[in-house]
Nanobody
């Protein structure tokens, strides 16, 4: 069955970096777009970035453009989110999801369990 497993979250100081991984199984990356989303308590889930492997298309939310980079490794069936110059406002639970290209969470059918990212000194 389709499964998405995130890893790589943790505690980092402001200005630091983290790389999140999203390991997919039950499908190949050219079947669905993969999106990264984040959520903090009391707020709606926010789209961060997405990638469509067949075309190599990527898209970023304005809040992370220039700091985050999404990439995919088809051989490992894994999508990465490299996060640099992290800010306290990046603190959230980060989820990866498989679905239709874009940053609308309602367009994504399958979701991982999430990984916590905390940016704090």
């Amino acid at each position: 069955q389709v499964q998405l497993v995130e890893s790589g979250g943790g505690l980092v100081q402001p200005g630091g970096s983290l790389r999140l991984s999203c390991a997919a199984s039950g499908f190949t990356l050219d079947t669905y777009a993969i999106g990264w989303f984040r959520q903090v308590p009391g707020k709606e889930r926010e789209g961060v970035s997405c990638i469509s492997s067949p075309e190599g298309s990527t898209y970023y939310a304005h809040s992370v453009k220039g700091r985050f980079t999404i990439s995919g490794d088809n051989a490992k069936n894994t999508v990465y989110l490299q996060m640099n110059s992290l800010k306290p406002e990046d603190t959230a639970v980060y989820y990866c999801a498989a679905g239709d290209y874009g940053l609308n969470p309602y367009e994504y059918r399958y979701w991982g369990q999430g990984t916590q990212v905390t940016v704090s000194s």
